[in-house]
């Protein structure tokens, strides 16, 4: 069966927690769309073309791996394109009513749409978008955060 499955997320921008989660996905199955999309609660520093740019690089050796962004319900958009398996990183405790609300929500829009989590890698529990925001338009050191081609872009974004 040539299985497809989707990452969503704000992706604002590429963590390497992304990437390792995105990574192992693509390992699993035949096909990974990655969703840059809008969540209501949250304002994006970087464009949704800027998102979808540094993503599109980060999985530059990831034949497999697709960016697509789109308006509107997840689960609209996986019913429409025939995709019933969400993947999602877990990193911790912290993370788990937000995601397992989503997840039965897009459930009872779409009762075909599986939510899946993939345990975060012990290097990335920590690990968020927002953290290499706030780092880095401080100026620190996002390295260790970000995939290393298209860390100079991130960093110099956000010294803007
Ligand atoms: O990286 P995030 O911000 O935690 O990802 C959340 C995201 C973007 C996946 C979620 O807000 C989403 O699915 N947005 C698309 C609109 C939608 O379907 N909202 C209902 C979610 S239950």
Known sequence: MNQTVICPGSFDPVTLGHLDIITRAAK???RVVVAV???SSKT???STEERMELLRDAVSDLPNVDIVSFEGL???YCKNSGIGTIVKGLRAVS???YEFQMAIANKKLNPGLETMFLTADADSTFLSSSVV???GSMGGDISNFVPACVHDRIAARLRK
């Open 28 to 30: 699993m199955f035949d």
């Open 37 to 39: 999309l809008v969540n």
């Open 44 to 46: 994006p520093t970087f």
């Open 74 to 76: 997840l689960a609209e």
């Open 95 to 97: 993370d788990f009513e």
């Open 133 to 135: 925001r706030e780092i």
